[in-house]
């Protein structure tokens, strides 16, 4: 399973409406922050490359470019839990391949393929 989480400690365990402790309420202010941001986006996982024409195959099926898919605000809609292969590929590069099964959950992937040897650019 592939996640990606993000987060922020806090100052400790603040009190909930019926006087427990509810946990770091810094804490879930910034998960809400964060959720709120990804209200618009469309996929649960997110996919960076480098180089951004790099096209995305879900199963074999070609998604897009990653640039693309950035740019649309949307990511991959994979809904059940079964292993997909993922694979990120670019003329010139070596592919980048991984499976995730992200089940309901959001995750995101930052990929930097590697050049194949002899197609380095020069500085």
Known sequence: MVAAFTGC??????KDAA???SGDVPA???A?????QDAGRKGNVWIRCTP??????????????CGMLVEAGRGLTV???????????????????????PGGTRATLQVTLRPLAGQEKAP
């Not at 809400?32 to 709120?36: D, F, G, Y």
């Open 9 to 14: 400690a806090g100052t400790g365990p603040a």
């Open 19 to 21: 006087g427990g402790t």
């Open 28 to 30: 879930q202010r910034r």
């Open 32 to 36: 809400v922050e964060l959720l709120e």
């Open 52 to 65: 951004a024409e790099a096209v995305i195959l879900l199963e074999g099926v070609p998604q897009g470019t």
């Open 79 to 101: 809904t059940d839990r079964r292993l997909h292969r993922l694979e990120v590929k670019h003329r010139g590069f070596h592919p980048y391949v991984t499976y995730v099964a």
